[in-house]
């Protein structure tokens, strides 16, 4: 339907219906007045019908103008994106576009021109076009009139079909009104999701006015996690919040991963401060700009990254500075000294026989000791000095403003004095000493980890000499521990490269004088050093780890060296302790034997004392699972341990050493001569095979013989040999055992 306007229409009139008369000028006298000339005669009614014609046709003009103008106005406001219609002073249709007519579809057959928007309103509602005016409808119509005679507001409109429309209404001049609709559907849809996401959402959510950063809106987490209502909060600004004056988080010119990472400090209700990482996103809300605020709190995430960074720098059982954070110390102390006479002194304290009381009494009372310890040093010392533990049984001190050595012999002397006093530990009255290495700035070192580096030697150096003083660093020390370090370097090359090698000891029978093994000791020919001892190296090698590449080399050269012996000769392989501790021995063992082909009845293996000190399962598994191979275990070092006669209860060993120091000068010392005749007894009723280490003389064989030991190894009978000698020594034995059978034939 095309809409229309209401024109004025023009009425034309040309004179009277009446016949006209036609009127004759009588003269004077009866004579008739002459006849005008026609051409000089214009008469009134041609006048008037002229002015008619020419008002009619201008009228005519003007309606097709205003009719163009009409169609112009229309095809305008059918270009507009929203929906427009213009009602007269009466409330009636005068104008409408094809976007009102789209959005009140339903409603389209009503509007016509000079309609009242009343009747379609009732029409309209009859209809259930308008749900909102269900069950209300004149009240609702009356309250929608009252609207549209009262414009200036917007106001919302919903349809049957679930539609939102905007509504915006203004006078015009003439008591009109000019009317917008706009369909706002999608952006309520929006906004209601956007209201069940915010409403809803556990995090806590605050809308903010981009222009005087008034809180606009909270959802109820918000409201829950800073305590206030909602009506406080909407008093509130958001720097309200702010435990500090500072920008709020939009303002920053950062990346969201920026923004994220930066955290911020509110105040709730009760004055408690939290902290936040904000996440923010700019929108309107209603009419205004804002920004909509997520807030995490990283409160407990921030407290445990501080637990996190105290624990990485301090010691979890005292709580005093760890080794990291002691040497930060010491280059701050070392920085602030530099350009000043004053010295600093690192005093490095280690406990003496700390291992005792934990193995006596336990490891609840070590702990109770150690922070017995630390409180008793913390309180010897200023408030300037840091304290720290290394590690189970080491403190460290520093202390800054020395001027000479001897004030930190003063300070040493106090904090062994501090330690030794009882301490009265769950009914135990524990004593403990110290013992106390000092190393002091610039010239035992101008940085932190070579002045710990030098007081840890001057410790070690204190230890050796005398428990319980103290000692200072000096240039020796260093040399020795750089001379260590190059054997360390060498070593590891030495162990790849399989320069090591072993050389062997025989092992003999007292009673028939036959070599019925060998001792497997390693050497280490040097290309610079020549021949290097083996207490030179092995004490390196079981403090950095490389006694089991070592070990394993070893046992692989020794099977395959004796596998080329007599069937009857057998080796012996030391352990180390720490051997055991890496998981692979028993598979070491195992490779050994197979890729040599040696059998394991002739693989002996020699373990010290202090492997059994930890009563390990672990130990006592990998042994036993050792002797069923067929390989046989031997203790070595007999009777220099602390229970030896109780270490023979956990195992089956199949040989007992005699250590060298009870065969020493043997002849003449009656003490040794009995403890050796008790322990061949001892071995006899387990019967196990008892060894002499270290004979050396005619006289100390000759007792062993006498008191019955069985095997004797020493210098009186060989030193150790590289292999190709023990060939030509099993070679003569050969020789001899034939010419002897060879005497029995004649015989």
């Keep these: 339907m095309r809409p229309r306007?209401?024109?004025?229409?023009?009425?034309?009139?040309?004179?009277?219906?009446?016949?006209?008369?036609?009127?004759?000028?009588?003269?004077?006298?009866?004579?008739?007045?002459?006849?005008?000339?026609?051409?000089?005669?214009?008469?009134?009614?041609?006048?008037?019908?002229?002015?008619?014609?020419?008002?009619?046709?201008?009228?005519?003009?003007?309606?097709?103008?205003?009719?163009?103008?009409?169609?112009?106005?229309r095809q305008a406001i059918d270009l507009l994106p929203q929906g427009i219609v213009i009602l007269d002073p009466e409330g009636r249709y005068v104008l409408w576009n094809k976007q009102y007519s789209e959005i009140y579809s339903k409603t389209a057959d009503l509007f016509q021109e000079g309609a009242r928007l009343e009747d379609t309103l009732r029409v309209g509602v009859a209809r259930g076009d308008y749900p909102e005016a269900a069950g209300h409808e004149d009240e609702w119509i009356a309250e929608r009139l009252k609207k549209l005679y009262e414009p200036g507001k917007r106001h919302e409109q919903t349809l049957s079909d679930g539609r939102v429309i905007l509504i915006e209404e203004r006078r015009t001049e003439d008591g009109g009104v000019v009317g917008l609709r706009v369909d706002i559907t999608e952006l309520k849809q929006r906004e209601a999701s956007f209201r069940l996401l915010f409403d809803g959402n556990p995090v806590p959510m605050i809308v903010c006015a981009l222009d005087d950063e008034c809180i606009l809106g909270v959802n109820d987490a918000a409201i829950a996690h800073y305590g206030y209502s909602r009506a406080e909060f909407e008093r509130l600004k958001i720097r309200s919040l702010q435990a500090f004056d500072s920008e709020p988080p939009w303002t920053v010119d950062r990346s969201d991963e920026e923004q994220a990472g930066r955290t911020w400090k509110h105040v709730k209700a009760d004055g408690a401060l939290i902290d936040l990482a904000i996440y923010s996103r700019e929108l309107t809300y209603g009419e205004r700009p804002a920004v909509l605020l997520a807030l995490m709190d990283i409160t407990e995430r921030k407290r445990a990254e501080a637990r996190l960074t105290f624990m990485a720098q301090h010691d979890g059982l005292t709580g005093l500075p760890n080794r990291n954070k002691l040497r930060q110390a010491v280059d701050e102390m070392l920085l602030h000294t530099r350009r000043s006479p004053e010295k600093v002194a690192v005093l490095m304290l280690g406990l003496d026989n700390f291992k005792s009381v934990n193995d006596t009494l336990g490891h609840a009372v070590g702990d109770k000791l150690l922070r017995g310890v630390a409180k008793r040093l913390r309180s010897t010392l200023r408030e300037e000095d840091v304290l720290a533990r290394l590690n189970s049984d080491e403190f460290a001190v520093v202390q800054s403003g020395l001027m000479r050595p001897e004030d930190a012999v003063g300070l040493a002397k106090r904090l062994l004095e501090a330690i030794a006093d009882p301490y009265l530990l769950d009914g135990h009255s524990v004593v403990i000493g110290a013992s106390i290495g000092i190393a002091m700035s610039p010239g035992d070192g101008e940085e932190s980890e070579k002045l710990l580096k030098s007081a840890g030697m001057a410790l070690s150096r204190a230890k050796l000499d005398a428990r319980g003083s103290f000692a200072f660093f000096e240039a020796a020390l260093d040399a020795k521990a750089q001379s260590r370090r190059k054997i360390e370097v060498e070593l590891r090359d030495a162990i790849q490269n399989e320069v090591l090698r072993p050389y062997y000891q025989?092992?003999?029978d007292l009673s028939s004088g036959r070599i019925t093994g060998f001792e497997a000791l390693v050497r280490w020919p040097h290309a610079e050093r020549g021949m290097i001892s083996p207490a030179e190296f092995i004490p390196v090698a079981e403090e950095t780890g490389l006694i089991n590449p070592l070990g394993g080399l070893m046992l692989r050269r020794a099977c395959l060296d004796a596998v080329t012996w007599p069937d009857d000769v057998r080796v012996a392989v030391n352990l180390s302790p720490l051997q055991f501790r890496s998981g692979n021995l028993l598979s070491m063992v195992t490779d050994a034997l197979k890729h040599s082909g040696l059998p394991p009845r002739r693989l002996e293996l020699e373990i010290t004392e202090t492997l059994l000190l930890e009563k390990s399962a672990q130990v006592l598994a990998t042994l036993h699972a050792l002797r069923a191979l067929g390989v046989r275990i031997s203790m070595d070092d007999f009777g220099t341990g602390y229970s030896s006669l109780s270490y023979l209860r956990s195992f089956p060993f199949d040989k007992i050493k005699i250590d060298q120091s009870f065969v020493r000068d043997l002849g003449a010392n009656r003490e040794a001569q009995a403890i050796i005749r008790s322990i061949v007894s001892l071995g006899k009723g387990l019967g196990v095979i008892i060894t002499a280490e270290g004979v050396e003389t005619e006289a100390e064989l000759s007792c062993l013989r006498t008191e019955g030991c069985d095997e004797g190894q020493g210098f009186l009978f060989s030193k150790a040999r590289p292999n190709a000698e023990i060939i030509s020594l099993l070679a003569a034995q050969r020789g001899i055992d034939a010419a002897d059978e060879d005497a029995a034939l004649v015989a």
Excluded: C, N, Y
């Design 5 to 73: 306007g209401r024109l004025g229409r023009v009425k034309l009139s040309l004179g009277s219906k009446e016949p006209r008369k036609r009127k004759r000028t009588v003269l004077a006298g009866g004579g008739r007045q002459p006849r005008k000339p026609r051409f000089a005669r214009t008469p009134r009614r041609l006048i008037e019908r002229d002015q008619l014609v020419q008002s009619r046709a201008e009228a005519e003009a003007v309606i097709a103008d205003a009719r163009k103008s009409h169609e112009r106005l």
């Design 506 to 508: 025989p092992l003999i």
